[in-house]
């Protein structure tokens, strides 16, 4: 049976489930990726529609025989270039020579420089006005890459993004500067600061980023 789209549900199709079947075709139609996916076509136009505005596929009208042209879908160029969400050697090797920086204040520049282009990227992406809706659309963003985050409201009212799992648990076991990194990420990517409140490595469940003061958490 085919089953209606819930976005929060664990089995919903993922964009890189898309992503990975155009990879291996030419072009596609909704009805080849309905049953594809085994949703409904509701379920995979809004995907699809997601990922045209993100730049990463293309929709082109195409004669198959007789009658009107389909509409069918392939990757863009940006599509075809986004590959491989674990690339935890190459990581591993950039952060090991950023390390190597001896000068503490070049290396802190770089970091800074870093985390701001990755933010840039993922900036266009958060969507909502306060802190909880941008928390909420960055946990989407961490759930197309696999990597299960979630929003927990603390028992004085604040936000606190909840990370399930590091995108970069050997890296952090290594050197815990990852983790502060990451929290100059968020901050960057929110445009609220957040501070490290639990992490994994101090033997708590999952990591929290809660927000630095009690301003942070208007809506």
Known sequence: MVSEFNENSTDALSDRSILEYLRRQDSVTISELVEFAGVTATAIRQRVNRLMKQ???VRQAERRGRGRPTHCYSLSPSGERSSGHNCQDLASALWVEIREVK????????????????????????????????????????HERDVPFEVVVDDSQLPVLTAWACPYPDLAEQDRGICSMEKMLFSEVLGESVRLSGCRLDGDNCCTFEPSTVASAGV
């Open 55 to 57: 730049g990463l596929v």
């Open 103 to 142: 000068d503490p204040e070049i290396r802190r520049g770089l970091l800074k420089r870093i985390v701001i282009r990755i933010a840039d990227k993922y900036r266009g992406q958060i969507q909502g006005v306060g802190l909880r809706e941008k928390m909420e659309s960055l946990v989407g963003l961490m």
